[in-house]
């Protein structure tokens, strides 16, 4: 399974943890307050030094916490490792556009919104007026470290499908390591509004295969200018 997918998973799980104990509550004090309240003809429950029920009280949300703080905080530490990721990836939010770099690799890309351009058509994905003219191309299966920077000021950087949502600030850098496990096309846009042109900053990433993956590699990378060793005399 993915980090995403973990992540997502311990993310309803503590949702629905949260809710069902939010519906229990309100469901007990709705009770207790109609059942035990004093009357006139009748005085109302007292359970004021009940020790036993102290200690039940306080123990449950105890317990709860432990259970729900185990499996966040393994999702936590793992999101934070680097070790054995193998493609690593710098995103970097510019004025109005993203730009990319593939640290392993001699890549650098500019993506900028609209109509995407028929070289980075990948088995049959067909550019939109949606989309980037330079989307991210990431391999599935496959342990990605992101790297986030910003220029001037906060961005946020979000792809559905993939479960990541990172906020960028200026002077700080921040990773995330996302592994996809689904070939496809996915989209994102900024989920918050940080200037006059950051509605325009939709972010496309196409998933495929390693193998496509590589083929891709190879027509993007430039051929690396050979060293002059001059002559000696």
Same mark, same amino acid.
């Given at each position: @399974? ?23 509550? *309100? ?16 005085? %109302?429950?007292? *359970? ?12 449950? /949300? ?5 259970? @729900?703080? #185990?499996? $966040? ?6 999101? &934070?490792? &680097? ?25 650098? #890309?500019?993506?900028? $919104?609209?109509? =995407? ?6 088995? =049959?994905?067909?550019?939109?007026? $949606? ?7 990431? /391999? ?7 790297? *986030? ?6 961005? /946020?950087?979000?792809? +559905? =499908?993939?479960?990541?949502?990172? +906020? ?14 689904? /070939? ?10 940080? %200037? ?24 993007? &990378?430039?051929?690396?200018? @050979? ?7």
């Amino acid at each position: @399974m993915s980090l995403s997918s973990t992540t997502h998973d311990v993310h309803l799980i503590v949702f629905w943890t949260c809710g069902f104990i939010a519906v229990l509550v *309100f469901a007990a004090t709705i009770y207790f307050t109609f059942t035990h309240r004093n009357l006139q003809e009748k005085a %109302g429950a007292n *359970f004021h030094k009940n020790h036993t029920t102290e200690l039940v009280w306080t123990a449950i /949300p105890f317990i709860i916490l432990v259970l @729900m703080a #185990i499996p $966040a905080t393994k999702t936590l530490l793992d999101s &934070e490792k &680097e070790r054995g990721s193998e493609i690593r990836l710098i995103v970097t939010g510019n004025n109005c556009n993203w730009s990319y770099d593939y640290l392993d690799y001699d890549i650098s #890309i500019l993506s900028n $919104a609209g109509r =995407g351009t028929p070289e980075i058509t990948i088995e =049959g994905v067909k550019p939109d007026l $949606a989309g980037n003219d330079k989307p991210i191309v990431l /391999p599935v299966q496959t342990k990605i470290h992101l790297i *986030f920077i910003s220029i001037d000021r906060p961005y /946020p950087w979000s792809v +559905e =499908g993939i479960d990541i949502t990172q +906020e960028i600030l200026p002077g700080v850098t921040t990773s995330r390591r996302v592994e996809i496990m689904v /070939p496809g096309v996915y989209r994102g846009l900024p989920v918050t509004v940080c %200037g006059p042109e950051s509605g325009f900053m939709p972010i496309t990433l196409i998933a495929t295969t390693k193998h496509e993956y590589n083929e891709w590699i190879n027509r993007q &990378e430039a051929p690396r200018p @050979m060293k002059d060793q001059g002559t000696r005399r």
